[in-house]
């Protein structure tokens, strides 16, 4: 998350100096929700980078804070919930008071802890205040099973210990993560996974907003959004979230996968760092990804419960930009783009990230390969299905034999094939521009490909060591 600011910190140093500009107080919950409100009557934007979720989940989300409820996101892996959870910090504002020093981020006009109120008493309005960006007020933790009390909520500080304190002084206290992001929020990913020891630790958090250590007379009032994630199938099977902890979350909200294929495309758009990588994977490229991650998906050969993640797809298409980027350094190629022969190297990249069915041990790939093939097929049928494709196919109907391959240089495919009538409006389709020998590579080599897939021409595959060759005849 970014610490960049938009307005500086504001001036004030002393409780008296924020007294004297007219400060108000407001719990957390109250801040995101007048925040929330401001951000829903101006039409801003609530959840910067959230794709899919704008009539489904979001509102679902923006009532619970509304309403000042702590939520659980349910949902399989990769389908953003902690990416919206992490959005949520944007809902705070920019700058708040601290006691300056504060271990547990005391608001100067009611401190807490019992270093900050006795320095409150002796200093008055000459408090020292310091400031906290919203960035800084936003803490999260991956549940696993060895995480401890002492790590979410706090334990006896040896150390202090050791300097000549009694155990009983409540300032030997080392808080945990939860009193650390006081008057911010945390987040719990996978929460099932925390024993369920420790999730007795939350239940006060959550009901009277204070923490327990170790038995010490110590009664410290948070002021604290409290937000979980859980996959379903954990929430059920390997872990659970004890009754009594979910019964706490005033909110549990289902997510899910993109429902559109639109959505599908704009989250690869946006989350694959095909441009880092210095290379063009034309639309159509991005669109076989798309409903290649939807296919295995919905496939019966997969395990549903576990999910494809959106990472799935995003992988696939930084994989295809990957083998553009190889081809040019190796042939010396000046523009990098991907074409149909990158799409075959995906499958084993991606192969770790499904769960199959035990029924389909040792198919695995010859499964997605099948999957990918339909999902070539489909996205040439929509956009080069009503196509005139003539001018191709005359070629091989005069004995044309093309041979394409990973690292044949688009210039070179281009020479092979010669001249074809209609490859500009081929390329237009396509919603290229033509303009670089590597995008007329790219529409040819798909337009093949579709031939063949709609059993227009064949293809002889031929493994060479490197990277395969395809040779495409009638």
């Not at 010490?216 to 199938?233: F, G, I, K, Q, T």
């Not at 009594?244 to 979350?249: G, H, N, Q, V, W």
């Not at 990098?336 to 799409?343: P, Y």
């Amino acid at each position: 998350m970014s610490l960049t600011t938009n307005e500086p910190a504001p001036a004030d140093t002393t409780v008296g100096a924020l007294r004297a500009d007219g400060h108000v107080q407001r719990s957390v919950k109250a801040e995101i929700r007048h925040n929330l409100l401001e951000r829903l009557r101006s039409g801003r934007p609530r959840f910067p980078g959230m794709v899919g979720f704008e009539d489904t989940v979001l509102p679902h989300v923006e009532r619970a804070l509304l309403a000042g409820h702590d939520m659980v996101l349910l949902g399989e892996r990769g389908q953003g919930k902690t990416r919206l959870i992490r959005t949520l910090a944007g809902l705070l504002d920019e700058w708040t008071p601290v006691v300056a020093g504060c271990e547990i981020n005391d608001h100067p006009y009611a401190p807490v802890c019992v270093r900050c109120r006795r320095l409150a008493a002796e200093l008055g309005d000459e408090l020292p205040v310091t400031w906290r960006h919203r960035d800084e007020r936003f803490g999260e933790k991956l549940a696993t099973p060895d995480t401890s009390v002492g790590d979410l909520i706090g334990d006896v500080d040896p150390i202090k210990v050791a300097e000549g304190r009694t155990l009983g002084d409540p300032e030997t206290v080392h808080f945990g993560l939860v009193p650390r992001t006081n008057r911010g929020i945390f987040a719990i990913n996978e929460l099932p996974d925390l024993a369920e020891r420790i999730q007795v630790s939350l239940l006060n958090v959550l009901e009277e907003r204070d923490v327990q250590i170790r038995g010490y007379a110590l009664r410290l009032p948070l002021d604290v959004l409290l937000v979980a994630s859980a996959n379903p199938e954990d929430y059920t099977n390997r872990g659970r979230i004890i009754t009594p902890l979910k019964d706490r979350f005033g909110a549990e909200i289902r997510t899910h996968y993109p429902l559109a294929l639109d959505d599908e495309l704009d989250l690869i758009r946006q989350e694959a760092a095909v441009a880092e990588l210095g290379a063009e994977v034309p639309d159509h490229l991005l669109e076989v990804m798309a409903r290649f991650t939807r296919l295995v998906r919905d496939s019966t050969a997969v395990d549903a419960r576990s999910g494809v993640s959106a990472r799935f797809a995003i992988a696939g298409a930084e994989t295809v930009a990957a083998g553009a980027v190889r081809r040019a350094a190796l042939t010396g190629e000046q523009d990098a783009v991907a074409r149909v022969c990158d799409l075959p190297a995906v499958v084993p990249t991606l192969m770790g990230k499904v769960e199959f069915e035990v029924s389909e041990e040792g198919r695995e790939q010859e499964v997605l390969e099948h999957l990918l093939r339909r999902a070539t097929a489909e996205t040439f049928r929509r956009t080069l299905g009503g196509a005139d494709l003539s001018g191709l196919l005359d070629k091989f109907d005069q004995g044309a034999v093309v041979e394409s391959g990973e690292l044949v240089p688009a210039a070179e495919l281009l020479r092979r094939v010669g001249q074809v009538p209609g490859l500009a409006k081929i390329v237009q389709r396509l919603g290229m521009s033509g303009e670089s020998p590597g995008q007329a590579a790219a529409a040819l080599e798909f337009a093949l490909e579709g031939l063949f897939l709609t059993r227009r021409l064949s293809k002889d595959v031929t493994p060479d060591g490197q990277g395969g060759t395809a040779t495409y005849r009638t």
